[in-house]
């Protein structure tokens, strides 16, 4: 069955220090992986989005990498920050028409 | 961008009744969804809001649990009917203004069933 797994529940790391967060999938050929923040008692915000054939994607302090080999993504946050602090969710889809589906997500606390 | 007004935030709602959840975007969009989130789960889709037509369920979602109006492009309701403890959760609502390589969120309804 198809499944989306993020590494860990959470993941706390001191400010200043890259904090780096895993998306794994099976039984899927995703065209493209999203990654979300979610605070508490908000909905997701979208932060990036990496197709099938890029490899690396970067926006300010972020940056996600993409391996359909290993059928991973890697979410890097540098220069952390107590602000950085929410849930990380990962999604994937088929294509543009298909139903995004998402993981549980990774809480990372950014400890000043 | 896409801005959504979700509305009721929150809700205590007695076994048996139902809870229409409102969703109201600032610009039209092709593709609204809604989604469920229960506790230290992740969001699982509920259905796609079809403008003019029935919406589209998910396997393990039916209609007549979840009836789905979205009557023009900005405008989508959900309701949770006959309900019960199990249907205690967030319902979000999303859209996305082409396709789904970038959805905009509500902040969610959170529903507690007693």
């Known amino acids: 069955s198809q499944k989306i797994e993020q590494n860990s529940e959470a993941l706390n790391i001191q400010e200043g220090k890259t904090a780096t967060l895993t998306c794994n999938y099976t039984?899927?050929?995703?065209?493209?992986l999203q990654w979300y923040r979610q605070d508490p008692g908000r909905g997701p915000v979208f932060l990036l989005l990496?197709?099938?054939?890029?490899k690396e994607k970067r926006k300010e302090r972020l940056k996600v990498t993409f391996d359909t080999t290993l059928k991973q993504s890697l979410f890097h946050i540098t220069a952390s920050q107590p602000a950085d602090s929410a849930t990380y969710l990962c999604?994937?889809?088929?294509?543009?028409?298909?139903?995004?589906?998402f993981g549980k997500g990774t809480r990372l606390s950014v400890i000043a | 961008s896409a801005v959504i007004s979700q509305k009721p935030s929150r809700d205590i709602c007695q076994r048996g009744t139902s809870l229409t959840i409102q969703c109201q975007v600032d610009?039209?969009?092709?593709?609204m969804f809604w989604y469920r989130q229960q506790p230290g789960q992740s969001l699982t889709l509920i259905a796609t809001?079809?403008?003019?037509?029935?919406?589209?369920?998910e396997s393990g979602f039916v209609i007549d649990k979840f009836p789905i109006s979205r009557p023009n492009l900005t405008f989508s309701t959900l309701t949770v009917s006959n309900m019960s403890p199990e249907d205690s959760s967030i319902y979000l609502c999303?859209?996305?203004?082409?396709?789904?390589?970038?959805?905009?969120f509500g902040s969610g309804t959170q529903l507690s069933v007693l």
């Open positions: 999604a994937l889809a088929s294509s543009g028409n298909t139903p995004l589906v």
């Open positions: 039984n899927y050929s995703p065209a493209y």
């Open positions: 809001a079809n403008q003019g037509s029935e919406a589209t369920y």
């Open positions: 610009s039209q969009v092709t593709m």
């Open positions: 999303s859209a996305s203004p082409g396709s789904n390589e970038k959805l905009f």
């Open positions: 990496i197709r099938e054939n890029e």
